[in-house]
T-cell receptor, first 115, second 109 residues
Framework: DTAVSQTPKYLVTQMGNDKSIKCEQN?????MYWYKQDSKKFLKIMFS???????INETVPNRFSPKSPDKAHLNLHINSLELGDSAVYFC??????????????FGPGTRLLVL | RKEVEQDPGPFNVPEGATVAFNCTYS??????FFWYRQDCRKEPKLLMS???SGNEDGRFTAQLNRASQYISLLIRDSKLSDSATYLC??????????FGSGTQLTVLP
């Protein structure tokens, strides 16, 4: 069983379109994250939710909107896609405790290409 | 200055070699330190946490020097399966990880 799953795995779309990426974790974790990995392989946090509440919101264009219907799901909706949005988007989850040594578990990634 | 800096490599080493990666971080308030491994076109996975006293897991040894804000990873007797990108990761709080850009390792037969 996949612990953190994302759909779709690949997404090719035109500039200006709106698209969503879904993420689900079956680990019983309280905290979920979205990361973006660009062409230079830098992995950067975008958002984090703890028990459906937004706790980290990095400097991300407001075209990106996360939605957490329950603590096992964190979806990412992107409006008006731009060429620079092309990247790999990783979802992750962690137990959500206060220990700073907590491990984050990543999904397989969604490869987004905007044409 | 980047928050977490790593030599991007690539490091190309023969099987059985010992290889060391270094990483520096800029935030002296950082609390936790990790090495993650990312295979080509795959997700990052935790390799090991890094403790102040240094720690070892089989062929892998991690060291932390808080005074110099420096983290290292040593891989002994490298295997072909060790080929991957190694990500230095620093955390200032329970939920915010800052990743380095990674060091690429290729172990050659």
């Amino acid at each position: 069983d996949t612990a953190v799953s994302q759909t779709p795995k690949y997404l090719v779309t035109q500039m200006g379109n709106d698209k969503s990426i879904k993420c689900e974790q079956n680990l019983g974790h309280d905290t979920m994250y979205w990361y973006k990995q660009d062409s230079k392989k830098f992995l950067k946090i975008m958002f984090s939710y703890n028990n459906k509440e937004l706790i980290i919101n990095e400097t991300v264009p407001n075209r990106f909107s996360p939605k957490s219907p329950d603590k096992a799901h964190l979806n990412l909706h992107i409006n008006s896609l731009e060429l620079g949005d092309s990247a790999v988007y990783f979802c992750a989850s962690s137990r959500g405790g206060t220990e700073s040594q907590e491990t984050q578990y990543f999904g397989p990634g969604t490869r987004l290409l905007v044409l | 200055r980047k928050e977490v800096e790593q030599d991007p490599g690539p490091f190309n080493v023969p099987e059985g070699a010992t290889v060391a990666f270094n990483c520096t971080y800029s935030n002296s308030a950082s609390q936790s330190f990790f090495w993650y491994r990312q295979d080509c076109r795959k997700e990052p996975k935790l390799l090991m946490s890094v403790y102040s006293s240094g720690n070892e897991d089989g062929r892998f040894t991690a060291q932390l020097n808080r005074a110099s804000q420096y983290i290292s990873l040593l891989i002994r007797d490298s295997k072909l399966s060790d080929s991957a990108t190694y990500l230095c990761v620093v955390s200032g709080s329970a939920r915010q990880l800052t990743f380095g850009s990674g060091t690429q390792l290729t172990v050659l037969p």
